[in-house]
Each structure stands twice: as C-alpha cells, then as structure tokens.
C-alpha cells in the first residue's frame, strides 16, 4: 500500500515536471514565433523603405535629365543671342590701335 502511494506521487511529480518543461517549451516557442514575426515585418518594412528610395531615384534622375536637356536649350539659345549680337562680336585689339 505504502508503495503504491509512493509509486502515485513519483509519478504525479514526473507529470508536474513533464508538463512544467512542456510549458517552459511552448513559451519559448511563443518567445521565438513573436521575434520572428518582428523580423519579418522589419524586413517587410524595409523593403517598402528601399522601393520608395528606389522610386525617388528614379524620379530624380528623370528630373535631371530634363533639367539637362532644358539647360541645353537655354545655353544654345544664349549663344545664338550672343553671337547675333554686336557687344558680343570678337573685335581685333591690334587692328584698331594701329
């Protein structure tokens, strides 16, 4: 009888700490699921973060070469101004001394 009382509470004592590391288990699963989850929407985040980056780029340097192509023009269309203008003729110093 003594045995049997005995053999009950072992056993009982084996669940408790069965089940106790099974808790211990299944919260640090929850620990490691919470922080992966974290990461992945970090990364998710981040992606999004480069995209913009990458779209503002873009933009950028299509504003670039528009602003190129238009200082283009405008440097073209000075030097035509220039050039059919007298004040901008290149005269010949030397003629003009002698």
Do not use: C, P, W
Request: negative net charge.
């Amino acid at each position: 009888h003594l045995s049997r009382k005995l053999s009950s509470k072992v056993e009982r004592a084996h669940s408790t700490m069965m089940n106790a590391d099974m808790d211990a288990v299944e919260a640090e699963n929850q620990v490691e699921l919470e922080e992966k989850t974290r990461l992945i929407n970090q990364v998710l985040e981040l992606q999004h973060t480069l995209e913009d980056l990458s779209a503002r780029v873009d933009a950028v340097k299509e504003e670039n070469l528009k602003l190129k192509s238009e200082n283009q023009v405008l440097g073209q269309y000075i030097e035509n101004l220039m050039s059919a203008s007298s004040v901008f003729q290149t005269t010949d110093t030397k003629s003009k001394r002698k």
